[in-house]
């Protein structure tokens, strides 16, 4: 038994049956899997049928923190949400800061399993030991925000933390998003729609207890060290609180990889106007951070009096008064470049409304991208969609982040996400995504490494899942070359396991642009308790990904779904650059799977499996 | 002349790092409910505010102290809870005009913040400044701040009569 970091308890509620039960963590999973997004992989893979409805009842949905949450190293805000994704039908692990995950781990778990499906419209209340069930009918339909003020109203207690779905969770919405904060998503492959399909609208968490730590004198200097480090390093010591992740806005589209038009081009006209330096010199009123973080990248922004009417949403008049989060890099590219989009001012409502309504705004925005393409291109006429989709039109992209999240005319459309829409209206090549998730914003075809973390990434196409973006245009650690094959496996496979590692911790990913493992290894041991090294913690995360991995082998995923749209495979870059360029994965995936000790297909060996325990 | 603790509201990213050191200092534990500097949040305004006993030169939570367990550190000038005199009554948390004396369920007594012995837990912790434990001719430094909100919410009002 640990004396540090873990709580030891694992929440589970059935909401079929509405039993709240309370288990001990298990131990030897907790050290092989440390937490996050590994630990609740292995809950998963042992109690769920990965072939399961992701939107029935026999989804289950784990909130896991991990044993640096809730402490005071820096960034140590993080829960994952690991379940079957609903637009994916892969495993997920769909990440968010805030304060909702160190209040989880304050009230006593370390992890919450939710299972089955409430009768009636319900959410929990958690108060320390005090878990309830209570009905959530008067939350039906209610936004993000509005379920936020009311829930902590009732909750009597000014600390209480709400994460929740909006409309688009209730409306089954497939890249729905969970809000915690009012602002900080677990976004991505339709977490939100899994929600909703529980019938649950929200989850309040308050929590009066603490974290100890197994070796306070060894924590606090590591830890000390640890924040030094990231005060010193330009990213995080000053890019990311001045510019927020926005700042890479200039920095890929004169590397020409910023994707704009659906991935036909990979440069943006105007771009600088939706750039982090752009938003900090008209838009920004303040940065913010997550629990604990010493970073502090959030974007608070607000419009000014002549933005506030632009556009023709009026059912929210008061929203474009308040300051609001964002936008993010992903963003600001997804409803920006994707779709030609460069005027700030509609990325910062439709941002705001993906939160309000919780939406994931990548895969919305990238989705709304195919269907300006289908739009332009005459796969769908103007009756169908009720209004001019064109590239470029902001008024088209504020408008249908309504129409999605409530599923209103074309909007019902987009709510399916690319891959579904695009099949529906006879142009499957439209889709700009992997396993039926859309892309982030790298051109794979501007850099390679960033091809083969989609083309293998297990819940589909993620840029926080090997960041090789990192190396291949940052130059951190080392500068690589984006546009060779060479070399991109192997640093593909250590960007995957190392980012599995981080993710278990607890710690948010953006330490890793000043940091590594090298630096949280000390702490880790000095919280749990428990000694890993380096080499081990790696191991850790190669295992995470091999289970997750097993996993969607069971939900019917093979090495064939290891691939990109044939237009990154084929389609030249046509201007810019990058001209020219192709993304030649063929080069890279079989090395990738002999160095993962997979077979020709793709699947673990048994040797693979049993050297990291999972045979 | 005294050190104060000094709270810059606009410098503070809601980052809970003073909430974190305070809690550790006070119970061994990461554990924000047991902290003695407390940030408020205010998302709409994008406001975020750490707030906690600035020492007032007239110690409410003193007068209304019955057993007289609430004494001023000759070094510091904090007014620091003698546990072995607190009965736990309560009464300082309800005399302090500011919030900032609380009652901690574990020990039944009263705590609230004593700088640390001189050097506060919660300014070492701040990342951006936000919180300084600096020299100053008063501790009263909530008082020119105020008196900075008052001014531009006069303002404000007066903008809204003209138009």
Same mark, same amino acid.
């Given at each position: 038994? /640990?004396?540090?970091?873990?709580?030891?308890?694992?929440?589970?509620?059935?909401?079929?049956?509405?039993? !709240? /039960?309370?288990?001990?963590?298990?131990?030897?999973?907790?050290?092989?899997?440390?937490?996050?997004?590994?630990?609740?992989?292995?809950?998963?893979?042992?109690?769920?049928?990965?072939?399961?409805?992701?939107?029935?009842? *026999?989804?289950?949905? @784990?909130?896991?923190?991990?044993?640096?949450?809730?402490?005071?190293? /820096?960034?140590?805000?993080?829960?994952?949400?690991?379940?079957? =994704?609903?637009?994916?039908?892969? !495993?997920?692990?769909?990440?968010?800061?805030?304060?909702?995950?160190?209040?989880?781990?304050?009230?006593?778990? *370390?992890?919450?399993?939710?299972?089955?499906?409430?009768?009636?419209? %319900?959410?929990? %209340?958690?108060?320390?030991?005090?878990?309830? @069930?209570?009905?959530?009918?008067?939350?039906?339909?209610?936004?993000?925000?509005?379920? *936020?003020?009311?829930?902590?109203?009732?909750?009597?207690?000014?600390?209480?933390?709400?994460?929740?779905?909006?409309?688009?969770?209730?409306?089954?919405?497939?890249?729905?998003?969970?809000?915690?904060?009012?602002?900080?998503?677990?976004?991505?492959?339709?977490?939100?729609?899994? +929600?909703? /399909?529980?019938?649950?609208?929200?989850?309040?968490?308050?929590?009066?207890?603490?974290?100890? !730590?197994?070796?306070?004198?060894?924590?606090?200097?590591?830890?000390?060290? +640890?924040?030094?480090?990231?005060?010193?390093?330009?990213?995080?010591?000053?890019?990311?609180?001045?510019?927020?992740?926005?700042?890479?806005?200039?920095?890929?589209?004169?590397?020409?990889?910023?994707?704009?038009?659906?991935?036909?081009?990979?440069?943006?006209?105007?771009?600088?106007? !939706?750039?982090?330096?752009?938003?900090?010199?008209?838009?920004?009123?303040?940065?913010?951070?997550? $629990?604990?973080?010493?970073?502090?990248?959030?974007?608070?922004?607000?419009?000014?009096?002549?933005? &506030?009417?632009? $556009?023709?949403?009026?059912?929210?008049?008061?929203?474009?008064?308040?300051?609001?989060? =964002?936008?993010?890099?992903?963003?600001?590219?997804?409803?920006?470049?994707?779709?030609?989009?460069?005027?700030?001012?509609?990325? @910062?409502?439709?941002?705001?409304?993906?939160?309000?309504?919780?939406?994931?705004?990548?895969? $919305?925005?990238?989705?709304?991208?195919?269907?300006?393409?289908?739009?332009?291109?005459?796969?769908?006429?103007?009756?169908?969609?009720?209004?001019?989709?064109?590239?470029?039109?902001?008024?088209?992209?504020?408008? +249908?982040?309504?129409?999605?999240?409530?599923?209103?005319?074309?909007?019902?459309?987009?709510?399916?996400?690319?891959?579904?829409?695009?099949?529906?209206?006879?142009?499957?090549?439209?889709?700009?995504?992997?396993?039926?998730?859309?892309?982030?914003?790298?051109?794979?075809?501007?850099? &390679?490494?960033?091809?083969?973390?989609?083309?293998?990434?297990?819940?589909?196409?993620?840029?926080?899942? %090997?960041?090789?973006?990192?190396?291949?245009?940052?130059?951190?650690?080392?500068?690589?070359?984006?546009?060779?094959?060479?070399?991109?496996?192997?640093?593909?496979?250590?960007? &995957?396991?190392?980012?599995?590692?981080?993710?278990?911790?607890?710690?948010?990913?953006?330490?890793?642009?000043?940091?590594?493992?090298?630096?949280?290894?000390?702490?880790?041991?000095?919280?749990?308790?428990?000694?890993?090294?380096?080499?081990?913690?790696?191991?850790?995360?190669?295992?995470?990904?091999?289970?997750?991995?097993?996993?969607?082998?069971?939900?019917?995923?093979?090495?064939?779904?290891?691939?990109?749209?044939?237009?990154?495979?084929?389609?030249?870059?046509?201007?810019?650059?990058?001209?020219?360029?192709?993304?030649?994965?063929?080069?890279?995936?079989?090395?990738?799977?002999?160095?993962?000790?997979?077979?020709?297909?793709?699947?673990?060996? &048994?040797?693979?499996?049993?050297?990291?325990?999972?045979? | 002349?005294?050190?104060?603790?000094?709270?810059?509201?606009?410098?503070?990213?809601?980052?809970?790092?003073?909430?974190? #050191?305070?809690?550790?200092?006070?119970?061994?534990?990461?554990?924000?409910?047991?902290?003695?500097?407390?940030?408020?949040?205010?998302?709409?305004?994008?406001?975020?505010?750490?707030?906690?006993?600035?020492?007032?030169?007239?110690?409410?939570?003193?007068?209304?102290?019955?057993?007289?367990?609430?004494?001023?550190?000759?070094?510091?000038?904090?007014?620091?809870?003698?546990?072995?005199?607190?009965?736990?009554?309560?009464?300082?948390?309800?005399?302090?005009?500011?919030?900032?004396?609380?009652?901690?369920?574990?020990?039944?007594?009263?705590?609230?913040?004593?700088?640390?012995?001189?050097?506060?837990?919660?300014?070492?912790?701040?990342?951006?400044? #936000?919180?300084?434990?600096?020299?100053?001719?008063? #501790?009263?430094?909530?008082?020119?701040?105020?008196?900075?909100?008052?001014?531009?919410?006069?303002?404000?009002?007066?903008?809204?009569? #003209?138009?």
């Amino acid at each position: 038994m /640990s004396n540090g970091g873990w709580t030891g308890t694992i929440l589970r509620v059935d909401l079929t049956t509405g039993r !709240i /039960s309370k288990e001990s963590l298990n131990m030897d999973w907790a050290k092989s899997f440390v937490g996050g997004r590994g630990l609740a992989a292995r809950y998963l893979y042992e109690e769920m049928d990965p072939a399961a409805d992701a939107l029935g009842p *026999d989804n289950k949905m @784990i909130f896991a923190t991990g044993p640096m949450t809730g402490t005071n190293a /820096s960034t140590s805000s993080r829960y994952m949400v690991v379940t079957k =994704g609903a637009l994916t039908n892969a !495993i997920t692990t769909s990440n968010s800061g805030g304060h909702w995950g160190p209040e989880l781990k304050f009230a006593g778990y *370390d992890m919450l399993i939710v299972e089955g499906r409430a009768p009636v419209p %319900s959410y929990i %209340s958690i108060c320390d030991d005090d878990v309830r @069930i209570c009905s959530a009918e008067h939350l039906w339909g209610k936004t993000v925000w509005e379920t *936020d003020d009311i829930v902590r109203e009732e909750s009597g207690q000014h600390d209480t933390v709400v994460t929740c779905i909006g409309p688009a969770g209730e409306n089954l919405v497939r890249f729905a998003a969970i809000v915690n904060d009012r602002h900080r998503a677990a976004g991505r492959s339709g977490v939100g729609a899994v +929600m909703g /399909s529980k019938n649950l609208k929200a989850i309040a968490v308050r929590g009066t207890g603490g974290v100890p !730590i197994a070796d306070p004198q060894k924590f606090m200097s590591a830890m000390w060290e +640890m924040k030094s480090k990231l005060v010193e390093h330009p990213v995080t010591g000053e890019g990311l609180a001045a510019y927020g992740t926005a700042v890479l806005v200039n920095i890929i589209n004169e590397s020409g990889a910023l994707p704009t038009n659906n991935h036909q081009v990979s440069q943006l006209e105007g771009a600088d106007n !939706i750039s982090g330096e752009t938003l900090a010199d008209t838009r920004l009123v303040a940065n913010k951070a997550c $629990f604990g973080c010493t970073i502090a990248c959030g974007r608070v922004s607000q419009l000014p009096g002549e933005a &506030q009417d632009k $556009f023709t949403v009026t059912t929210r008049p008061h929203n474009w008064k308040i300051a609001v989060e =964002g936008p993010e890099y992903e963003n600001a590219w997804a409803m920006g470049a994707d779709c030609g989009i460069n005027d700030l001012d509609a990325l @910062i409502k439709a941002n705001a409304m993906c939160n309000e309504l919780g939406m994931d705004p990548i895969s $919305f925005g990238a989705t709304l991208a195919a269907a300006m393409e289908l739009y332009e291109t005459g796969a769908v006429s103007d009756e169908q969609t009720g209004m001019p989709l064109n590239f470029g039109s902001g008024e088209a992209l504020v408008a +249908m982040t309504e129409k999605a999240a409530y599923r209103e005319g074309f909007g019902d459309e987009l709510a399916e996400g690319s891959k579904r829409m695009t099949a529906k209206f006879n142009r499957p090549e439209f889709f700009m995504g992997v396993r039926g998730q859309e892309f982030p914003a790298y051109d794979a075809r501007a850099i &390679q490494g960033m091809g083969l973390g989609y083309a293998t990434s297990n819940r589909g196409a993620c840029h926080l899942k %090997s960041y090789t973006v990192a190396p291949e245009i940052l130059g951190i650690p080392e500068k690589m070359d984006p546009a060779v094959t060479e070399g991109k496996a192997e640093i593909t496979k250590i960007f &995957q396991d190392a980012t599995c590692t981080v993710d278990a911790s607890g710690l948010c990913l953006f330490l890793t642009f000043g940091v590594g493992l090298d630096e949280i290894q000390p702490q880790l041991e000095a919280v749990t308790g428990i000694s890993y090294t380096v080499p081990e913690l790696l191991e850790v995360g190669e295992r995470v990904w091999n289970i997750e991995r097993m996993w969607n082998q069971r939900a019917g995923f093979t090495g064939k779904d290891d691939t990109l749209p044939k237009r990154l495979l084929e389609e030249p870059i046509p201007d810019g650059p990058t001209k020219g360029e192709v993304n030649r994965l063929g080069e890279m995936l079989p090395e990738y799977y002999e160095i993962r000790g997979w077979n020709a297909e793709g699947e673990p060996t &048994q040797e693979k499996l049993a050297s990291l325990g999972l045979a | 002349m005294a050190k104060s603790l000094r709270i810059i509201p606009e410098k503070c990213t809601g980052c809970m790092q003073c909430e974190l #050191a305070c809690s550790w200092v006070q119970t061994g534990m990461f554990q924000p409910s047991r902290s003695l500097i407390r940030v408020n949040i205010f998302d709409e305004q994008a406001s975020y505010a750490p707030y906690t006993c600035f020492q007032c030169d007239e110690a409410w939570c003193m007068t209304a102290c019955p057993v007289n367990a609430i004494s001023i550190d000759a070094d510091t000038g904090a007014k620091v809870v003698g546990d072995a005199n607190c009965v736990g009554c309560g009464l300082c948390t309800i005399a302090c005009p500011f919030g900032t004396v609380f009652y901690n369920p574990d020990t039944q007594k009263a705590f609230k913040c004593d700088l640390c012995d001189g050097n506060p837990a919660c300014a070492v912790a701040c990342p951006t400044g #936000a919180i300084e434990y600096t020299e100053s001719e008063s #501790a009263d430094w909530l008082g020119g701040w105020a008196e900075k909100v008052n001014e531009s919410y006069l303002t404000s009002i007066e903008g809204g009569n #003209a138009a």
